[in-house]
């Protein structure tokens, strides 16, 4: 590791309680319930629900997870779909973006033999 030190601390106005609510079939919703220091309720912060959910692909299982625009359960479940809908496409195109810079770059000369223990 680097001389670079990593801050920890834990910010005491950004605290969250979480739950998780899942259907356990199209995937989970994360509840982020804002608290005080103390463990209260803090109703001076908005909820965040951040949608959850996994693709299956020949390589193996992709995540994806979106935040949803919403303050109450109901409508966090109605966004979900579209939510992870949106998810899906901006990773696909990001894995195309990455695709075209890696065809874009050039090719290094691995044409040399390489023999083991040769100088």
């Not at 106005?13 to 356990?24: A, H, M, P």
């Not at 005080?36 to 994806?64: A, C, N, W, Y």
């Not at 874009?104 to 023999?115: E, G, L, T």
Request: proline residues 5%.
């Amino acid at each position: 590791m680097n001389d670079q030190q990593i801050d920890f601390t834990v910010d005491e106005k950004e605290l969250y309680k979480e739950e998780s609510i899942t259907d356990l079939k199209a995937g989970s919703i994360r509840l982020l319930k804002p608290i005080k220091l103390d463990g209260s309720d803090d109703s001076g912060r908005e909820v965040i629900f951040i949608g959850h959910t996994q693709i299956m692909t020949p390589q193996g299982t992709i995540p994806l997870q979106a935040k949803l625009a919403s303050n109450t359960l109901e409508t966090a479940i109605n966004e979900f779909p579209n939510a992870m809908q949106q998810a899906l496409e901006k990773m696909v195109e990001e894995v195309k973006r990455m695709q075209q810079e890696e065809a874009n770059r050039p090719q290094q000369d691995d044409s040399r033999i390489i023999v083991p223990g040769g100088r």
